[in-house]
């Protein structure tokens, strides 16, 4: 079965700076995707940014920025030019052959002005 | 274009009672999920669906059911609630693998106490 680890349970940054999440990944499988979600205190789940793991390229979306390296199975969120709104729980996910989503057990980001 | 809709948002239930939490979905998907998540934890499946009529068992499925008559609506039935069912609730959705990314799209929650 597949596992998802986040070693992180809390992190903090200052504003307008840059941090980093840690996700790594088990798996046998060649054809997945990985996911990072943020989950505000309203619990609602926003998809941050998603990753093919067909693809090298790492994806991108506008502050956010993962760097994957398939074959060490790591999945990391680069968050830059930190916001006060970017505080929140930080989950990150594996789906594959399965379709079912593996959520790994969240990091605490905090925000500091 | 509502998305994921979960109802009821919040409930309080007593110890052996049973209720169904409502889950829609008005993207055609054919996947549809139910997860649940206790404090300061990740998700945790309980039970999925890959289509009308078929749906199968997840990581925590102890304590629910699950039934999946229409490709819109996927409800979730607890039988006889129990404190350890205590949580939040949330149902998602997703297409079969396709160029629309694979996205899994969540409904807002539905916060459970059982008491």
Same mark, same amino acid.
């Given at each position: 079965a597949q596992t998802v680890t986040q070693s992180q349970p809390e992190?903090?940054?200052? @504003?307008? @700076?840059?941090?980093?999440?840690s996700c790594t990944y088990d798996t046998s499988e060649s054809d997945y995707y990985l996911f990072w979600y943020k989950? *505000? *205190?309203?619990?609602q789940m926003i998809l941050v940014i998603r990753q093919e793991a067909y693809k090298q390229q790492n994806a991108t979306e506008n502050r956010f920025s993962v760097n994957f390296q398939k074959a060490a199975k790591s999945f990391s969120l680069k968050i830059s030019d930190s916001q006060l709104g970017d505080?929140?729980?930080?989950?990150?996910?594996y789906k594959g052959g399965s379709e079912k989503l593996v959520f790994g057990k969240g990091t605490k980001l905090t925000v500091n002005p | 274009n509502a998305g994921v809709t979960q109802t009821p948002k919040f409930r309080i239930l007593k110890?052996?009672?049973?209720?169904?939490?409502?889950?829609?979905? !008005?993207?055609?998907?054919? %996947?549809? %999920?139910? %997860? /649940?998540? !206790?404090?300061?934890?990740?998700?945790?499946?309980? %039970? =999925?669906?890959?289509? $009308?009529?078929?749906? !199968?068992?997840?990581?925590? #499925?102890?304590g629910y059911n699950v039934s999946r008559s229409t490709t819109e609506d996927f409800p979730l /039935?607890?039988?006889? $609630? $129990? #404190?350890?069912?205590? &949580?939040?609730?949330?149902? $998602? &959705?997703? =297409?079969? /693998?396709? &160029?629309?990314?694979?996205?899994? =799209?969540?409904?807002?929650?539905?916060?459970?106490?059982?008491?």
């Amino acid at each position: 079965a597949q596992t998802v680890t986040q070693s992180q349970p809390e992190m903090s940054v200052q @504003e307008a @700076e840059t941090v980093t999440l840690s996700c790594t990944y088990d798996t046998s499988e060649s054809d997945y995707y990985l996911f990072w979600y943020k989950q *505000p *205190p309203s619990r609602q789940m926003i998809l941050v940014i998603r990753q093919e793991a067909y693809k090298q390229q790492n994806a991108t979306e506008n502050r956010f920025s993962v760097n994957f390296q398939k074959a060490a199975k790591s999945f990391s969120l680069k968050i830059s030019d930190s916001q006060l709104g970017d505080a929140a729980m930080y989950f990150c996910a594996y789906k594959g052959g399965s379709e079912k989503l593996v959520f790994g057990k969240g990091t605490k980001l905090t925000v500091n002005p | 274009n509502a998305g994921v809709t979960q109802t009821p948002k919040f409930r309080i239930l007593k110890i052996g009672q049973s209720m169904t939490l409502q889950c829609t979905q !008005d993207m055609n998907h054919n %996947y549809m %999920y139910w %997860y /649940r998540q !206790d404090p300061g934890m990740g998700l945790k499946l309980i %039970y =999925y669906s890959v289509g $009308a009529g078929i749906t !199968d068992k997840g990581e925590v #499925p102890n304590g629910y059911n699950v039934s999946r008559s229409t490709t819109e609506d996927f409800p979730l /039935r607890l039988e006889l $609630a $129990a #404190p350890s069912q205590t &949580s939040v609730y949330f149902c $998602a &959705s997703s =297409y079969l /693998r396709s &160029s629309s990314g694979n996205t899994i =799209y969540f409904g807002e929650g539905s916060w459970l106490t059982v008491v």
